[in-house]
């Protein structure tokens, strides 16, 4: 998977597959966390961690 990112002065910016991964995990996440992983300002790794709650 290449991630790609783009360097401003408000720090880094998401692309192409990153951006879209990022979204995937928004959309099917219910409860957890979604971690963005960057070397010298470029996303190199997506975590996400998924909860399941009961009640």
């Known amino acids: ?4 990112t ?3 002065h408000s ?4 692309h ?3 951006l879209k991964a ?3 995990a928004l959309e099917t ?4 966390s979604v971690q963005l992983v960057l070397h010298e300002g470029r996303v190199v790794q997506i975590e996400v961690t998924e909860r ?3 009640t």
């Open 16 to 18: 192409g597959e990153a």
């Open 29 to 32: 996440l219910r409860f957890g």
């Open 22 to 24: 990022v979204e995937r």
């Open 11 to 14: 720090g880094p910016r998401l």
């Open 52 to 54: 399941q709650r009961f």
């Open 1 to 4: 998977m290449a991630l790609t």
């Open 6 to 8: 783009e360097t401003s």
